[in-house]
Structures are given as structure tokens and as C-alpha cells.
């Protein structure tokens, strides 16, 4: 699954954000658990678990039948059920408990099954229900003998319309002005049990056959192919569709739709969109199809010896996210659809990527399941890892991979160095406990962790293994060690790893602890030798502790830079030891972790650092350009937590004048947005904009016409071109700013959107001064857009308007109720609000003004609930700088009154004060002090 993050939550911190697709990233780049964190900050002991969540073991299910009737084309949310439960009691037991949430019982029967396959009835069970559990509980009056049973239960529900989860009504507008509506369903990970009773937890696999009864001008869609479309007998103007068996699966990866889409297909694969935007599908199939032949070649399992079909499918007005149920995979628009005249290379590579996500999922998490979901790693960390994997199998040329380290890696390393964080295996019991493992630790984290054994395997006996795991637990569930086991197969007998160690001591090192760890290097110069050993990382300190993870590690050298041999490695088992001879000369620099393919960070003697930071003056490319990328992401960070010295950091960052990769800047601008962010507004600032200048004057003169963009231009250059000219237009250098509003106006005057790839920068920046005429144009393209991805982008580029006025009438759009605009979707109305205050300092003070007319904030909050008001309170807070900003903050709050709570004012004033702090903190002095130093 891929995560629908909150809106508002992921814009509180601005340290992450890739500047440029700030602030709204498609979902599956956008990485930030502010949110997740809090929860995690809890002791997480297993023993503290309530187990009475899970499901007594006595009885277990072998097939579902379900049959629903829904009208749901006439808008109607009310739908009827009935599902047939065969069931097996393996210990004798006179109760049969299965999940609901929300279904009303009708009624319910419980039949025996004979040796000949009739059924007898025993009897109309009496039930219970504990809400507190979501346990359903079928009393049969008698101990039921160990045998086959089928427990009939015929419900009502309602179809969800504020949640995306469970079985849900979405809608659009077709070409004729009519709303039409689509059903559709969101199980993972305890939502199936709000379509049909069921015994909700993964490992608890069965087939299913599904009918649905519906209009016959709507057609159904389901893991399986339709068998049959017939007459539903006394319902006219209804058909009903009947599907094949699934094979043994998770009650969660069941799906289907109903809707009027149109389809298109490709061999076995189909696609599925509404019929006016079916014709922005074809790169959705097409990356489908090979990746989805990619992936079965790579694991060695094909996936139609399993399912007959691959179905996509994209649902409208569903912000973000996706869903990988196995032969029918689900995709809000954003992640599916791609128009080359509307769309950026940021929303086709992460359709591709989401693509490969999913697909992936169809072996890790689908064919095996995971045993818990405390082992929800074995699913997502392979999706995420294989993400990129696939999608760079697919297009090689586009150079996907080079995106991993900076978009996972270094994106795993923030959460998880915190002292509260849960080990990648973590167990949960309740719904939103479930819900909770799914964070950056399931994801990033474990994504990485897998790289780093894939790599230290190596891919072909990483492969072979994947193939032993695969095979050996398909159909069926899987813990971590059975995945340690099959690695283990795969390389027995050939000396991959050291005499006496295997696959599960060295991985349970990193699954069962929480952290990760520092790699310390101190070289002794005059013998070449080097002291290696290890610490926990945390982001703000230095505290003592006994971790020993097993690191594997490498490293190259001036006068041995064999950055691509990744062929071998030791084993840091303990917490130090002695290199006595690393080859390297005196003044040769020494470099760790090659490609970054461990999950550690890596520190230095100041001298090493120094030789780095030269050789990289010098020529950047003598070091490779993941290892670029974790210098500058290591050198930030352990400065930091206090393990390095801030000054040497940023002075290793000025060799970016002469970098021209994308990999290295990307860890670069969250070091640049992490000062951007303390110092915009204080008297520091000048001295910043001095240093930014230093390191993107060269690379964005070498840019030269930017809003040109030639139809070869590789994904690479485009990335760093907007990460660039975003530097370049926010610091304003008068160049960026003449391209941008010459080539909006010229946009404009022509009547003609600029090549999507460059609209972010040139409407954003060019809006800088744009008259009302041009601001109406804008946001006239937005609003009668049908792309969900390209409104998305539009919006976030409306909020950069510099006129207090327009930003205001933009607000009214997303307070505004009057039928015009109809066609705001949900989820764009609190993202207009934040492109309001992302985009910088007017929009804040645009917001303050109109929100401190109290009438005003109350329709605010009638129309997009308390949550927003409080979400620009702390962001107002975040970007409040200096005395002027602060009165103006405090102000703006008192106007406010009794609108907000008080701990939602003393969250802000707290946020005020760590600001304040940091500049008399140590990091502080000595960045600003750095600063003043370099300007001078
Ligand atoms: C850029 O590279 C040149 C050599 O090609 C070097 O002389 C110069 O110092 C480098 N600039 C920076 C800022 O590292």
C-alpha cells in the first residue's frame, strides 16, 4: 500500500522538502512523518500489546462467498450483503467469532458440512458484538464437533463517503455535465471487514467468489476475470457479475469497483479510468506491462502462474495513494494517469515507481503474506525498495536508481534516529495500532536494510534466495525468518559471508533493534592504519550505549577509488576494531560506505574530512556520486548531533559550484532549506544568500535559457534544473526572475500553458508582480483542468502569488460553496490553503488578515474543520522569523480568540521560543558566525 499521508501534517516541517515540487510531492515521494512520530514516541513492549484484538484460533476460514447488491449508481450509499463462510473447527468449540465494523446483521445461519459436501443446517446462532474489538461472536448453542461448516450471515451497509477506506463512493463529472459515481474499496489493513463479516487478519487465507448485483450501465471489476454477467432476476434494469475463485489470500487484498470506466488493454493486463481521461492511460498500461514482466523475470516466479489477469485502475478524487490487490491494483489518478501535454516527469516518474510498488507487492505481500503485521517490513520494505528497482528495470535511460539513496535512505535516516523509534519487527493488535506500522520504518528504512543485503549477497544469490522464500511460502504466510532462510539456501556452501555467520544472526541485528548506527573512522597517518567502531546515531545527542549492529562495510581511496566494485565486504562485529592496513597514503582521503549501499552513517577524523573536502574542490567526480550525496547528507547531520563540526560541513558543501549531478544536490537542498528556514526574515540572512550564491551561481549560469526544454533532456537534468532555478528565483537573481514572467506572460498573451516541465518554477516565480489578468489566467487553467495531477501542481503555483489580494481570493475558493466550483475535489481545499502559506511570507500575512475577520475563520472552519485552523496556526509559527513577525503572529492570534484552543497557542509560542533558542545554541553561533565569515 502506498500511503495517503494528511495533507496538512506534511507541511509542518520544511527540512525534507524537495524545494521546488514544495509542497505537495505526488504520495509516493513525499516523505515526512511528523504525524507517525508522535505516535511512536510511545514504549511500544510487545508485552503491553492487547492481544484480546486478535481472533481465537479454533476455528479458521477456507472460502468466503460474498453476493452485494448495490445502487450505487444513483449516488445511493446503502448497499445489502450476504456472505457465505466456510470454516473448518479445528478445536471443538461452541463460538465462532469473525470482524465487523459497521455492518448491520440481518441474519444468520450455521450449517455442517457432510463428508459428501451437503449441508445440514444446525441452527440460527445466536451472536454478540464487542465494539471495542470489532469481534463478532456466533454462539451455536453446542460444542461443534471438529469438521466443515458454512456460516451464512446476510447484512446491510453503508457505502463510506468521508474515509477512503473499506467500500467507498467516489465521483466525477463526465463530458455531459453529469456526476457520475464509482464504488470502489480500500481493505489494507483491517477495512475488508466493512464489506462482509470476515476473520480479518493476514495470515487467515482463504479463497473468495464474489457476485455484485448493480445496474446493468455500470460494469463490475474484481481480483478475477467476470465469469459471467447475467439478469438479475427480479431486479430490472440490474445485472449480476460473477467472478472466479481467488486463489488462498488475505481477506485484505480483496477488491473490486463498479463504475462506468472505460478500458483499455494490453494482453493480459487492462487499465481502467473514467472514460474522459482513458486517453491519458496508455503510459500506466504500458509501464505495467514491462514492469510486471521485469519483476517476474527478476524473481524467477511468474506472476500469471498465479492469476490470470493484471488489472489497474485509477479512482478519481482520491488525493493520493494505491493499493496492490492482487490482480487488481488501485491507484488514486495521480499515480496512474499521465497526459505528456499536462504532465510533469515528476508525476511519470512516480507513476512508475508507484507502478512498481505495487507490482512488486504482488509477490511480497500478496503470493507470500506477511505471518502479523508485525512483519508488515517483509511487504512494504520490498515494495519500496523494489519501487525503484522496477522501475529502473523497466527504463533503464530514465536512471531511476539514482533517486533511492536520496529519497529513502537519507529520508529513513531522520525518524529512526530517534531515541523512541520501533524496530523494523513491531507488533500492534488495534485498527489504528495496525495502521500505525505503516511509517517510514516499514517503508524507507526497510527498503534500505534490504539494499544492504541484496548488496552484500550480492543480486544473483539475493535472487536465488528471493526464489527459495517465494516458492517455499507461497499461498501461505511468512516471518522474518523465513526469508532469513531462504537467503541462507542460496548462499550455502559459497563463502559470501564469514566462517560461522549466518543470514539471520547478521539481519536480526538490524530488524530486532531500533536506530541504526555510526560508523567512526580515525586513521592513523603515519601507519596507515585505521580504528573502526560504532555507536547509535541520534539526531540531537551523544549518549552512551551498548548496540552493536553488524555492518558491513568498504571503502575506497584516493589512490584506490574503486567505487563501482561492491564485490566485497568485512563485518564490523563489535563495538570497534583495528584496520592495520588500509592502503591508503597519508595524504590519500578515505572513504566508507561505497555507493551508500549500508544503512549507516559514517564520521571521520577532522583531517580525513578536510582531504574529502578538497579532493572534491579539486574534481567532484573522483568520488562517486551516491558517496557525494552521503557526504554532504552525513557531514549536515553529524554536525547536528554534535559528532562534526558545522563549519567543516558547510565548508565541504562549497564544492556544489562545480557539481552537476542530481543526487548530491538533492541531499544539499535539505541542507540549504533547513538554514533557509531559521534565517529568511533575520539579520543573518544576507550572509546566507551570499553562501547560496556561491554554490548556485555557477551550476544555474551553466543552466543558461532554462524555460527551453529540449525533447531529449534526461530525467536527471530536469530534476536539478527545477531544485536549481528554485535556489536561483527564491534568492532572486534577476535572470531566473526575466525568464519566469516573460515566459508566463508570453504563456499568457499566447493563450498557451508552458512545457509542464518548467510550469512550477515559471508560474510560481513569474506570478512575482503578475496583474490580476495574469493571476485569472492561472487559476482559469487550474479550474477547468480535468488532470487531477496538473490542478494539483496549479495550485501549489497559485499560492505563490505575491499580492496579498489575490491570495485572499484564492482562499475564497477553498471556503467558497457556490456551484462554480463544483469542481474542487476533496483534498484541494486544504491544499490551496497550504500552497497559501508554503509559498512564503505573503501568504501568511494574506491569511492573518483575512482569517482575523471572526465570521470569516468561522466559515474557515464550517468548510475544512478545526484541524486547518490549528494547521495555520503552527505554520504561521514555523515561518515566523523576527519581532515584526511575531507581533504580527500574536495579533493575528488574539483576533482569533477562543477560535483556537490554547494548546494549540502554546504549541505555536513553543515552536517561537526553539526558534529563538537556536540562535544562542552552539549550532546556531557557529553557523551564522560561518555565514558572516563567508560573506566577508
Ligand atoms: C571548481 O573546479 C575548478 C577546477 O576545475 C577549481 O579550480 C575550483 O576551485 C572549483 N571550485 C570550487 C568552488 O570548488
Known amino acids: 500500500m502506498m500511503r495517503r499521508l494528511p495533507l496538512l501534517v506534511l507541511l509542518i516541517s520544511g527540512t525534507c522538502v524537495v524545494l521546488g515540487q514544495r509542497p505537495h510531492k505526488p504520495e509516493w515521494s513525499e516523505r515526512e512523518f511528523v504525524g507517525q512520530l508522535e505516535d511512536l514516541r510511545q514504549p511500544r513492549a510487545d508485552d503491553e500489546i492487547d492481544q484480546s484484538y486478535r481472533l481465537p484460533t479454533d476455528t479458521v476460514p477456507t472460502h468466503y462467498t460474498i453476493r452485494l447488491h448495490t445502487n450505487l449508481h444513483t449516488g445511493a450509499r446503502a448497499f445489502t450483503g450476504a456472505v457465505d463462510i466456510h470454516l473448518d473447527v479445528i478445536v471443538p468449540t461452541g463460538h465462532i467469532t469473525v470482524h465487523n465494523r459497521d455492518l448491520t446483521i440481518v441474519s444468520a445461519a450455521l450449517f455442517a458440512k457432510q463428508d459428501d459436501g451437503l449441508l445440514v443446517e444446525f441452527g440460527f446462532p445466536e451472536y454478540g458484538y464487542d465494539s471495542r474489538t470489532e469481534q463478532l461472536?456466533?454462539?451455536a448453542g453446542q460444542q461443534l464437533p471438529l469438521g466443515s461448516y458454512v456460516l451464512t450471515i446476510e447484512y446491510t451497509g453503508l457505502l463510506q463517503t468521508s474515509s477512503n477506506s473499506g467500500f467507498f463512493l467516489k465521483s466525477y463529472v463526465n463530458d455531459e455535465d453529469e456526476r457520475r459515481y464509482v464504488g470502489t474499496t480500500q481493505f489494507e489493513s483491517t477495512n475488508a471487514r466493512m464489506a462482509f463479516p470476515c476473520y480479518d487478519e493476514p495470515l487467515l487465507k482463504a479463497t473468495h467468489t464474489l457476485w455484485i448485483t448493480h445496474s446493468a450501465d455500470y460494469s463490475?471489476?474484481?481480483?478475477?476475470?467476470a465469469e459471467a454477467v447475467e439478469e438479475a432476476a427480479g431486479h430490472e434494469g440490474f445485472v449480476t457479475t460473477k467472478f472466479g475463485p481467488t486463489p488462498k489470500m488475505s481477506t485484505y487484498l480483496l477488491a473490486f469497483g463498479?463504475?462506468?470506466?472505460?478500458?483499455?488493454?494490453?494482453?493480459?493486463?487492462?487499465?481502467?479510468?473514467?472514460?474522459?481521461?482513458?486517453?491519458e492511460a496508455q503510459f500506466g498500461l504500458e509501464a505495467g506491462v514491462k514492469i510486471l514482466d521485469a519483476l517476474s523475470e527478476y524473481t524467477y516466479v511468474s506472476y500469471y502462474d498465479y492469476m490470470p489477469k493484471l488489472s489497474q485502475m485509477a479512482i478519481p478524487d482520491r488525493g493520493g495513494g494505491a493499493m496492490e490487490n492482487w490482480g487488481l491494483v488501485k491507484y488514486a489518478e495521480t499515480g496512474l494517469l499521465f497526459n505528456p501535454s499536462r504532465n510533469t516527469y515528476r508525476t511519470r516518474k512516480g507513476i512508475a515507481v508507484v507502478i512498481a510498488h505495487e507490482l512488486a507487492h504482488q509477490w511480497f505481500g500478496d503470493l507470500v503474506g506477511p505471518h502479523w503485521w508485525s512483519y508488515i517490513w517483509l511487504n512494504e520494505g520490498f515494495a519500496n525498495l523494489y519501487g525503484y528497482i522496477g522501475a529502473d528495470l523497466a527504463y533503464p535511460e530514465e536512471r531511476?536508481?539514482?533517486?533511492?539513496?536520496?529519497?529513502?535512505?537519507?529520508?529513513?535516516f531522520g525518524p529512526d534516529s530517534s531515541?523512541?523509534?520501533?524496530?523494523?519487527?513491531?507488533?500492534?493488535?488495534?485498527?489504528?495500532?495496525?495502521?500505525?506500522?505503516?511509517?517510514?520504518?516499514?517503508?524507507?528504512?526497510?527498503?534500505?536494510?534490504?539494499?544492504?543485503?541484496?548488496t552484500v549477497l550480492g543480486d544473483d544469490n539475493f535472487r536465488a534466495g528471493l526464489k527459495i522464500y517465494l516458492t517455499n511460502r507461497q499461498l501461505d504466510g511468512a516471518v522474518a525468518d523465513d526469508l532469513y532462510a531462504g537467503l541462507q539456501a542460496a548462499i550455502d556452501g559459497k563463502e559470501v559471508l564469514p566462517e560461522g555467520v549466518t543470514v539471520k544472526l547478521l539481519m536480526d541485528s538490524w530488524t530486532t533493534q531500533p536506530g541504526y548506527p555510526v560508523l567512526n573512522v580515525r586513521r592513523n597517518y603515519d601507519d596507515g592504519s585505521v580504528i573502526v567502531s560504532q555507536e547509535r546515531f541520534y539526531s540531537d545527542k551523544r549518549v552512551p550505549n551498548d548496540n552493536i549492529w553488524y555492518i558491513p562495510y568498504s571503502f575506497a581511496s584516493a589512490s584506490d577509488p574503486s567505487f563501482d566494485d561492491l564485490s566485497s565486504f568485512h563485518w564490523l562485529a563489535q563495538k570497534a576494531e583495528r584496520i592495520a592496513e588500509t592502503g591508503a597514503a597519508a595524504d590519500d582521503w578515505l572513504i566508507f560506505n561505497k555507493q551508500q549501499t549500508g544503512y549507516y552513517r559514517v564520521n571521520y577524523d577532522a583531517h580525513n574530512w578536510l582531504l574529502i573536502a578538497q579532493a572534491l574542490q579539486k574534481d567532484p567526480s573522483a568520488i562517486h556520486r551516491f558517496n557525494r550525496a552521503q557526504l554532504i547528507n552525513d557531514a549536515f547531520n553529524l554536525a547536528r548531533a554534535d559528532r562534526h563540526d558545522m563549519a567543516l560541513a558547510l565548508d565541504l558543501l562549497t564544492y556544489l559550484a562545480n557539481e552537476t549531478e542530481y543526487a548530491p544536490w538533492a541531499a544539499a537542498n535539505g541542507v540549504l532549506t533547513y538554514f533557509y528556514d531559521k534565517l529568511r526574515g533575520t539579520a543573518h540572512y544576507h550572509d546566507f544568500i551570499v553562501y547560496v550564491d556561491a554554490l548556485v551561481g555557477k551550476v544555474f549560469d551553466g543552466l543558461g535559457e532554462f524555460v527551453a526544454v529540449p525533447e531529449d533532456e534526461p530525467l536527471l537534468q530536469k530534476y536539478l534544473k527545477q531544485l536549481i532555478t528554485t535556489w536561483a528565483c527564491r534568492v532572486g537573481y534577476t535572470e531566473c526572475l526575466r525568464q519566469t514572467s516573460e515566459a508566463l506572460n508570453t504563456a499568457v498573451e499566447t493563450n498557451t500553458?508552458?512545457?509542464?516541465?518548467?510550469?512550477?518554477?515559471?508560474?510560481?516565480?513569474g506570478l512575482k508582480g503578475a496583474s490580476d489578468d495574469v493571476y485569472r489566467w492561472l487559476f482559469n487553467q487550474m479550474i477547468t483542468s480535468k488532470n487531477e495531477a496538473e490542478r494539483q501542481l496549479l495550485i501549489d503555483t497559485l499560492g505563490c502569488a505575491q499580492d496579498r489580494e489575490q491570495l485572499i481570493s484564492l482562499l475564497s475558493v477553498a471556503i467558497g460553496g457556490n456551484s462554480e466550483l463544483d469542481s474542487i475535489l476533496s483534498g484541494?481545499?486544504?491544499?490551496?490553503?497550504?500552497s497559501i502559506y508554503s509559498a512564503g511570507r505573503v501568504g501568511v500575512e494574506a491569511l492573518f488578515q483575512a482569517l482575523s475577520n471572526p465570521e470569516y475563520a468561522q466559515e474557515f472552519v464550517n468548510r475544512l474543520g478545526q484541524g486547518a485552523l490549528n494547521s495555520v496556526v503552527s505554520n504561521a509559527a514555523s515561518r515566523t522569523n523576527n519581532e515584526a513577525e511575531l507581533e504580527q503572529l500574536e495579533n493575528f492570534l488574539a483576533a482569533l480568540g477562543d477560535a483556537v484552543s490554547a494548546d494549540t497557542v502554546d504549541a505555536a509560542m513553543r515552536t517561537i521560543s526553539t526558534k529563538e533558542a537556536w540562535f544562542k545554541s552552539y549550532e546556531g553561533?557557529?553557523?551564522?558566525?560561518y555565514f558572516a565569515d563567508f560573506s566577508n
Open 419 to 454: 531515541d523512541t523509534i520501533r524496530p523494523m519487527t513491531q507488533d500492534a493488535t488495534t485498527p489504528s495500532g495496525i495502521s500505525g506500522l505503516f511509517d517510514s520504518i516499514a517503508y524507507d528504512k526497510s527498503g534500505s536494510v534490504i539494499n544492504m543485503f541484496r
Open 400 to 412: 531511476y536508481w539514482d533517486l533511492y539513496a536520496v529519497e529513502n535512505v537519507h529520508n529513513a
Open 925 to 929: 553561533v557557529r553557523s551564522t558566525t
Open 220 to 225: 463490475a471489476v474484481s481480483n478475477m476475470p
Open 258 to 279: 463498479v463504475s462506468d470506466f472505460a478500458v483499455i488493454e494490453d494482453g493480459q493486463q487492462q487499465l481502467y479510468a473514467r472514460p474522459n481521461a482513458i486517453h
Open 753 to 765: 500553458p508552458v512545457h509542464p516541465d518548467v510550469q512550477y518554477v515559471v508560474y510560481c516565480y
Open 828 to 834: 484541494e481545499r486544504s491544499r490551496i490553503v497550504s
Open 137 to 139: 461472536t456466533f454462539h
